[in-house]
């Protein structure tokens, strides 16, 4: 088997995410490559040494131009903040490396648009860490969407909701509060939450025509962990927005960081015609399955335990009833995207899918500013 050697960028949260699901892949799907981490990039040295030692990872890089120019790299996954995901991926893909990068593509669709011009240009395999695409049950909803079990659909509603910013003492930016400066984020919930809700909608109910948003910064100034300085927030803090999608469906999208005692309550549900269906991050491995056409005294919302062998990515598992959670999602992401490697072929969501879901955060930002309904930029 061939070995296929990864670089990569940051060793934070998703670097651990995509550590792990890089070590266990292989022990659960059967790959095209034998995956070697070869090396790990971060600024820091001596805490790069300590993440390659308890990760496994052969060698330590602590500037991703030298990553990017080495040979033995075939893969960079870029899992840096969104300031550095443009300048990254465009020069690994001029040096014709397939690129997995972290999602939000980039801070602004004018940035996405360079980034996916490079990897076609480069025609090098590519891939954006929209990672809830792959947890089983969400799966399993987008085949039951293709098969037509719901018919058409009338209406999607998704929220994403945290409670971790209000403390107005929180200082912003800098290593752990990166996501609070604007300059690094791009955004505040929109590219960092809605994105992630932007995504599993147009990939279950294609495209988004039009927006309509409002935001609202809550705490209008921090002190920023670098300069020292009280400065202003740019970020918005909490955002919701009513979108129409192509098929005619209508909906709503919340997200904020201000709902005290949610700590990562993604969920969404989707009215058809025959049927409706709901998901509930803190619930992953169940989706909830209304059908109209059931026999009417027994009719009602199913709670299905995705965890059979015949639901979406189960079979590589554990026996039926037996639930896999988060981190496996990332693990179904690198299984997929080398497998599309081997075949030539691409993997969603690519950078330009990645790109579709910044035109509509793009749209939304957009809209909070105007006060009117704008439309979405569409893809080429
Ligand atoms: N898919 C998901 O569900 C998900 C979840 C969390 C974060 N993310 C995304 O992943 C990315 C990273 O987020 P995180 O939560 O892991 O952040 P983090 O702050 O935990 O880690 C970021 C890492 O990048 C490193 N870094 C920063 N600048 C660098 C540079 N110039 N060169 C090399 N390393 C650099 C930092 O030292 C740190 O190790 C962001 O784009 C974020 O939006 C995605």
Redesign the pocket.
Known sequence: MKTLNVGM?????????HSNAFRKVGHFFDLPYQIVLKAV????EE?ARA?AARWGYESVE???KKLLAREDIDLVD????????AE?AIAAARAGKMIM????LARTGAEGEKMVRAVEKAGVPNTV????RRIPAVTLAKQLIDEGRLGRIFHYRAKFLQDWTINPDLPQGG??L??LDVKV?GSGVT??LL??CIDTALWLNGSVDRVNAMTETFVKERKHVLSGKVEKVGIDDACAFLARFSNGSLATFESTRYARGHKALYTFEINGEHASIAWDLHDLHRLQYFDHRDQGTTRGWRSIHVTDGEHPYMAKWWVPGLAIG?EH??VHQVADFLQGVAEGKPVGPTFKDALETQYVCDAVLKSAQTGKWEKVKKIR
Do not use: L, Q
């Open positions: 960028i940051g060793y934070g949260f998703m670097g651990r995410a990039c971060a600024r820091n805490k993440f602590t500037d991703w870029i899992c840096a903040p969104n300031d550095v995901h990254i990068c972290e999602k939000p860490w929209y990672n809830y290593t752990g990166w996501r984020a590219g960092d994105a992630h988060y999602s990332f």
